[in-house]
């Protein structure tokens, strides 16, 4: 039975090249895996470009952070009550979503130890379904109480969102310069792929 990279030589009319059969297949590997659940007859490209998505967040930091440095303190103060509000709401939310699902957990539990197996082949079904429900329960439904967020001082906020668009910086820098990388990488090893190709005609 032929798979997916060996269907051309099955099923097609014309003979498959050797060259193309290796093209094929190097979907599959190193530069470009990523175009593996592409169709097999899709072009590989010459240069392979860096996913620009770490340059965006990069340049977004930056501009975080010069903001974050120019605003008068009535700004950040206002930004640090939106922030304290929002965090508010979304503990309640979190806390409203955390108390509903232990309900609904805890009745399929109640209703799971009420069960009477079938069989003693069954138990193990049974502490199956108690274990998964239970594990659930103290992962998705915390009973540790938590703190009730706080709203940060001018000072206090301006340092916070100067701290994260500094880390920001870093982290995508530390992106963007490894995904540059990473493309000149791909497109080396399908350059050096299709020279070798070329010495075999």
Not at 14 to 32: H, Y
Request: aromatic share 10%; proline share 4%.
């Amino acid at each position: 039975m032929p798979t997916g990279y060996t269907s051309d030589i099955c099923y097609g009319e014309k003979g498959v090249s050797f060259q193309k059969f290796i093209l094929t297949c190097a979907r599959n590997f190193g530069a470009t895996i990523t175009m593996r659940d592409e169709p097999l007859d899709a072009l590989i490209p010459e240069e392979f470009k860096p996913d620009d998505y770490n340059h965006e967040r990069l340049i977004q930091a930056k501009a975080n952070l010069t903001r974050a440095l120019n605003m008068s303190d009535r700004q950040v103060l206002a930004a640090s009550v939106k922030t304290y509000k929002d965090s508010c709401k979304s503990y309640l939310e979190s806390l409203t979503k955390s108390r509903a699902l232990r309900s609904r957990y805890e009745t399929m539990l109640a209703q799971v130890r009420a069960w009477t197996p079938p069989s003693t082949d069954h138990y193990g079904l049974k502490d199956f379904m108690v274990e998964q429900l239970t594990m659930s329960i103290d992962h998705d439904c915390s009973t540790y109480p938590r703190r009730w967020p706080r709203q940060k001082s001018v000072t206090g906020y301006r340092k916070q969102i100067v701290k994260s668009a500094k880390w920001d910086i870093a982290y995508h820098s530390k992106g963007w310069a490894e995904e540059i990388d990473r493309a000149e990488k791909r497109t080396t090893w399908i350059k050096q792929l299709r020279e070798s190709l070329r010495n075999l005609s």
